[in-house]
């Protein structure tokens, strides 16, 4: 049984930043891949990011390439995102997923079994 938490979302300024972490309790975590979606009120829920299980492979949604970056240390069983540069459009309620075996470039939030409860960002202007 996997179980994630979420935590570090806050409130924060236009042009700030805010680290994202998210522990994973469960069977073998290094066999995972790792994602972080958001739910924007009003508009539903978006791929963030996600990372393979071995950290070698990154995926972005192109809107926060540049400024947000998503990483592992799977000796914490713990993924992170770290998110710079943040905007208003970035607010939301951030969720953690995990999948095992699952290809990093697969960013269908149904693909992924495990979710955490969320985290919520707000970005003020």
């Known amino acids: 049984q996997v179980q994630l938490v979420e935590s570090g979302g806050g409130l924060v300024q236009a042009g700030g930043s805010l680290r994202l972490s998210c522990v994973f309790s469960?069977?073998?975590?290094?066999?995972?891949?790792m994602a972080w979606f958001r739910h924007v009120s009003g508009k539903g829920q978006e791929y963030v990011a996600s990372?393979?299980?071995?950290?070698?492979?990154?995926n972005y949604e192109d809107s926060v390439k540049g400024r947000f970056t998503i990483s592992r240390d799977n000796a914490k069983n713990t993924v992170y995102l770290q998110m710079n540069r943040l905007e208003p459009e970035d607010t939301a309620t951030y969720y953690c997923?995990?999948?095992?075996?699952?290809?990093?470039?697969?960013?269908?939030?149904?693909?992924?079994?495990?979710w955490g409860q969320g985290t919520q960002v707000t970005v003020s202007s």
């Open positions: 469960g069977p073998v975590f290094g066999t995972y891949t």
């Open positions: 990372i393979s299980y071995n950290s070698w492979n990154t």
């Open positions: 997923a995990a999948a095992q075996w699952l290809s990093w470039l697969d960013t269908t939030p149904r693909s992924f079994g495990s």
